[in-house]
């Protein structure tokens, strides 16, 4: 798995774009490629999770939704995903109360991502809730990876975040904006 240090590897994944729940609206196609080069000089919170269409991803999904602010703020783009395909990301927005117009990108990575970060679940062969952020050098900051069966707090990396953004000492439970040592 790579780690704090470590630079991002390539990878092209396709994405559902924020807002979109069907393949087409409006003559705009919901789908983006993106990949390693992509949203130069922003900060990106990658985020896995094992599969659409489960209990616990939603919720973890809709909490980062809910932080959106937080993260634009900080000049963060969110990128979730899975190993599951970019058309059954809309279905779920579709079919799923929760998750109809998300406002963050849905990926669906062919491996390249998972596997290059190194965080795909050897038995299950699914991505294991792992989240990264990576600085606009495209530098890992951050990592922290849960078991399949236990949700993140997207509000601690919205903390996280914002300590490694002051480019200070930040001591323990340090709250947004809080101070510096």
């Known amino acids: 798995?790579?780690?704090?240090?470590?630079?991002?590897?390539?990878?092209?994944?396709?994405?559902?774009?924020?807002?979109?729940?069907?393949?087409?609206?409006?003559?705009?196609?919901?789908?983006?490629?993106?990949?390693?080069?992509?949203?130069?000089?922003?900060?990106?919170?990658?985020?896995?999770?094992?599969k659409d269409f489960t209990f616990v991803c939603p919720t973890e999904i809709v909490e980062f939704a809910k932080l959106s602010e937080d993260f634009a703020d900080r000049d963060a783009v969110v990128l979730g995903g899975s190993t599951d395909n970019e058309f059954v990301k809309l279905a779920w927005r579709r079919e799923h109360p929760d998750l109809k117009s998300l406002n963050q990108y849905s990926f669906a990575d062919n491996g390249s991502l998972v596997d290059g970060l190194g965080?795909?679940?050897?038995?299950?062969?699914?991505?294991?809730?792992?989240?990264?952020?990576?600085?606009?050098?495209?530098?890992?900051?951050?990592?922290?990876?849960?078991?399949?069966?236990?949700?993140?707090?997207?509000a601690e990396i919205v903390r996280i975040l914002d300590g490694l953004q002051t480019d200070e000492l930040c001591p323990c439970n340090r709250a947004l904006g809080g101070d510096t040592l």
Not at 1 to 29: H, I, Q, R, W, Y
Not at 128 to 141: E, G, K, M, W, Y
């Open 119 to 154: 965080v795909r679940d050897q038995v299950e062969n699914v991505a294991l809730r792992a989240t990264f952020i990576v600085d606009p050098h495209n530098v890992i900051q951050h990592v922290s990876v849960n078991n399949l069966n236990v949700g993140r707090n997207p």
């Open 1 to 50: 798995m790579l780690t704090v240090g470590d630079k991002l590897p390539e990878f092209s994944v396709v994405a559902a774009k924020p807002g979109f729940n069907m393949p087409e609206e409006n003559g705009e196609s919901a789908f983006e490629t993106i990949t390693n080069d992509s949203f130069e000089g922003k900060w990106k919170i990658i985020f896995f999770y094992p």
